[in-house]
T-cell receptor, first 110, second 115 residues
């Protein structure tokens, strides 16, 4: 049973527009939610996180929104750039363990 | 500052062979992790360590063993490799949980094929 779900395997967005990646979770006990970005043949790199007690966190072009009642979070990238083309993993953590979603492949179109 | 490094980068094994994957970090992190990533899947936690001399099972520990004899190193062993263990293996490290969102720093991965 997947505790962290990314229902869109891929997403294409025009350069300069907003990219919105979505994630749902089932366990209300998670402490933090994180987004990681992964390029081919590289390890994932941390992008942004949000505590379960907050509903928004912003870092430059990246904003994460958390809706606890819906058990849903989203990552907004504005404006989208070619270098944003990658696989994005949503993750949720409680203490040591992190549960990852299956990822969404983002294509930024010129 | 190399961050997290993994050796080897690639390896091909025959069924039944054994091998050890080495992970090293130079960030003085307490916590270290081994994940596997399969096509169409997210990363799944194999084993983790909360400090030197400690290890614990993750989500998919069967067929693997680990050791953390030194704080900077975390070894993943396959005693008798099986084709189902063909995967990309990632090591990661982090500060203690609860600080800044549990950010983990990942190595570049080891691509393992078991024939």
């Amino acid at each position: 049973d997947q505790q962290v779900k990314q229902n869109s395997p891929s997403l294409s967005v025009q350069e300069g527009r907003i990219s919105i990646l979505n994630c749902d979770y089932t366990n209300s006990m998670f402490d933090y939610f994180l987004w990681y970005k992964k390029y081919p043949a590289e390890g994932p790199t941390f992008l942004i996180s949000i505590s379960s007690i907050k509903d928004k966190n912003e870092d430059g072009r990246f904003t994460v929104f958390l809706n606890k009642s819906a058990k849903h979070l989203s990552l907004h990238i504005v404006p989208s750039q070619p270098g944003d083309s990658a696989v994005y993993f949503c993750a949720a953590s409680r203490y040591v363990k992190i549960i990852f979603g299956k990822g969404t492949r983002l294509h930024i179109l010129p | 500052n190399a961050g997290v490094t993994q050796t080897p980068k690639f390896r091909v094994l025959k069924t039944g062979q054994s091998m050890t994957l080495l992970c090293a970090q130079d960030m003085n992190h307490e916590y270290m992790y081994w994940y596997r990533q399969d096509p169409g899947m997210g990363l799944r936690l194999i084993h983790y360590s909360v400090g030197e001399g400690t290890t614990a099972k993750g989500e998919v520990p069967d067929g693997y063993n680990v050791s953390r004899l030194k704080k900077q190193n975390f070894l993943l062993g396959l005693e008798s490799a099986a084709p189902s263990q063909t995967s990309v293996y990632f090591c990661a490290s982090s500060l203690s949980p609860g600080q800044g969102g549990d950010e983990q720093f990942f190595g570049p991965g080891t691509r393992l094929t078991v024939l």
